[in-house]
């Protein structure tokens, strides 16, 4: 009789403490899975909210849609012939700067939610010898909060409302640099072609970037 009552005593432990453990590494599963059930619901009510290819971003606490931006080349005509490069390509996020100037000389801009402008200027010397401009994007679906494959300007760039900036002495000639370079027809046009650009598009506004 002891010992069936033993038998059953131990069955009863074996079974509490099984089921103790089991739950225990229920409570604390943190595996992939888990994660990747939560991510994929918290994109489902981006995409239910603003359509395909919009996902939430934890860090900054809010739907977006990453663009990828096909490299492009761009031929630009000179009024003087170059030997070697020298100017600027400059990447206007929101905004286009105009053609045209203000009474007191300084540049004009147009704010376009969406739009991504880029112009570029040819120098020789201080003088400008070609230049060129053109909306290369308009994102009808949000703000351009950044370009993740280029640095921020800063300084005097930056207070000209100028985004991005490629140097194209320095940042078109190497390897691995965001743009390459060539000059032709007897040094009187420059051709500039720019990478992929993976872009950052969100819906209200880019407070968070």
């Known amino acids: 009789m002891k010992k069936g009552i033993s ?24 595996s992939d899975s ?24 934890e860090q900054k606490q809010q739907c977006e849609k990453i663009i990828d931006l096909d490299s492009r080349t761009f031929s630009v005509p000179l009024s003087e012939k170059i030997t070697s490069l020298e100017g600027r390509m400059d990447f206007y996020l929101n905004k286009e700067r105009l053609v045209d100037i203000d009474a007191e ?8 939610v969406g739009v991504l402008q880029v112009v570029i200027s040819i120098m020789k010397g201080k003088k400008m010898v070609g230049s060129f ?25 930056k207070k000209m409302q100028v985004s991005y ?6 940042d078109c000639n ?33 407070t968070n970037y």
């Open 133 to 157: 401009r053109e909306r290369i994007l308009d994102a009808n679906d949000g703000s351009i909060c950044t370009i993740r494959s280029l640095p921020k300007t800063t300084g005097w760039l």
């Open 105 to 112: 000389g300084r540049a004009m801009y147009e704010n376009n």
């Open 34 to 57: 888990g994660a990747t059930n939560t991510e994929g619901s918290v994109n489902l009510k981006c995409i239910e909210k603003y359509g395909e290819g919009w996902t939430w971003n």
């Open 165 to 170: 900036s490629l140097q194209l002495k320095n």
């Open 174 to 206: 190497k390897l691995r640099d965001p743009c390459s370079s060539s000059i032709t027809d007897h040094g009187k046009r420059v051709y500039l072609k720019i990478q992929k650009l993976t872009l950052v598009i969100v819906k209200d506004g880019c």
């Open 7 to 30: 038998v059953v005593v131990t069955g009863l432990i074996v079974t509490v403490v099984g089921g103790l453990c089991l739950n225990y590494f229920t409570e604390n599963d943190t």
